[in-house]
């Protein structure tokens, strides 16, 4: 079974600054998925990767599969951002363990 | 837009009932889940299902079963509830292609908050 281990579990900000959220996996996989829950919310995708980087606007993945590792950067970050990040490994079938997530608070 | 709906966001049902939780995507998703999500365990998987009628347990299954009889609606069934399964739950759908395909993201529904008492 995958163990998938997220850090930092809490992390807080200030308005524009660099954030890094890491994830790291047990075994190998398929595919890693990034999660955003706001408070109250339901679950977005936000990336799906199987290899190197993904960019969107001012969110960015990427996966190191020898390492299994991935990050989740956001750049000039906004109290907007805040939110659970939840990394998701997939395995050999379409099923995800997941990590338990990273709250970020981003503060004006 | 993939839209995956589920019946209520919150339900308070007593010990001992039998519940059933419903989700329906509508994009002819082939795979469907049902997530549970608990403050410091995270998401964890239930059951799955990749065809009609087809299903396969999850990480705990223990105390739940499920139903597919359509392919866009995918059932959560507690048999005998307790409050151990006080919970969120979570259904969520997806493509079946190529493994570590895109095509593969999930898209969540809105999620049911269960009270059991």
């Known amino acids: 079974k995958n163990e998938v281990e997220q850090s930092p579990q809490n992390l807080t900000a200030q308005e524009g600054e660099f954030i890094t959220i890491n994830c790291s996996y047990s075994v190998g996989i398929s595919a890693l998925h990034w999660l955003q829950q706001h408070p109250g919310g339901g679950i977005v995708s936000l990336f799906m990767?199987?290899?190197g980087k993904k960019k969107h606007g001012r969110l960015i993945a990427t996966i190191n599969i020898q390492e299994k590792h991935s990050s989740l950067h956001i750049t000039a970050s906004h109290p907007r951002d805040s939110a659970v990040y939840i990394c998701?490994?997939?395995?050999?079938?379409?099923?995800?363990?997941f990590g338990k997530g990273t709250l970020l608070t981003v503060n004006p | 837009d993939v839209k995956v709906t589920q019946s209520s966001r919150y339900l308070v049902k007593r010990t001992g009932e039998k519940v059933f939780l419903e989700c329906v995507q509508d994009m002819d998703h082939e795979n469907m889940f049902w997530y549970r999500q608990d403050p410091g365990l995270g998401l964890r998987l239930i059951y799955f299902?990749?065809?009609?009628?087809?299903?396969e347990k999850g990480d705990i299954p223990e105390g739940y079963s499920v139903s597919r009889e359509k392919k866009e609606r995918f059932s959560l069934i507690l048999e005998s509830a307790s409050t151990s399964q006080t919970s969120m739950y979570l259904c969520?759908?997806?493509?079946?292609?190529?493994?570590?395909?895109?095509?593969?993201?999930?898209?969540f529904g809105p999620g049911t908050r269960l009270t059991v008492l």
């Open positions: 990767l199987s290899s």
């Open positions: 998701g490994a997939g395995g050999s079938n379409y099923k995800l363990t």
């Open positions: 969520a759908s997806s493509l079946s292609v190529g493994l570590g395909s895109t095509y593969n993201e999930q898209f």
């Open positions: 299902s990749y065809d009609v009628k087809m299903k």
